[in-house]
């Protein structure tokens, strides 16, 4: 494993575990020319998953847009890195279990609007607004109010 400081190839590992998420092998590592530490996270290889959008095109998954999508909606949230980084594992976890080789957007998007309502309900409402498409402003009225009375 290369050293993400000084780029020296011989790192060494100085402790291993399993990860909070139980999918990955946690290790810690030194490199043998900085001595700097570094984390580093192994993950069993998937099978490539396709992501059929919304227009019936075709693209690999890529998780880093879930990621951005969370991020985007808890923008001025209360919350964590932490606690976004759980939900993206969640559904990322769920996505994988179905053992599909090709799924849909909007079944991912379902996945993570259900996370972020337990969540919060205004990164829920921003990211549905985007996702649903919301047309007007009585759309987003009416699931405003869906959110409020499961509130109540």
Do not use: W
């Not at 139980?22 to 001595?35: A, F, H, K, T």
Request: contains cysteine; proline residues 3%.
């Amino acid at each position: 494993m290369k050293c993400p400081f000084c780029g020296h190839e011989n790192t060494r590992v100085i402790d291993s575990r399993p990860a909070e998420d139980n999918n990955s092998i946690r290790r810690r590592r030194v490199c043998d020319e900085c001595e700097k530490r570094f984390t580093t996270y192994e993950k069993v290889e998937t099978i490539p998953l396709i992501i059929m959008k919304k227009d019936d095109t075709r693209q690999a998954y890529d998780r880093s847009k879930i990621e951005a999508g969370v991020l985007r909606a808890c923008y001025k949230r209360p919350v964590s890195a932490d606690q976004i980084t759980q939900l993206v594992n969640e559904v990322e976890t769920e996505i994988f279990n179905m053992e599909e080789k090709e799924i849909s957007s909007r079944v991912i998007g379902e996945l993570v609007m259900n996370k972020l309502k337990e969540l919060e309900a205004v990164a829920y409402v921003r990211f549905a607004s985007v996702y649903r498409e919301f047309k007007d402003i009585n759309t987003f009225m009416d699931e405003l109010k869906n959110v409020l009375e499961e509130k109540g």
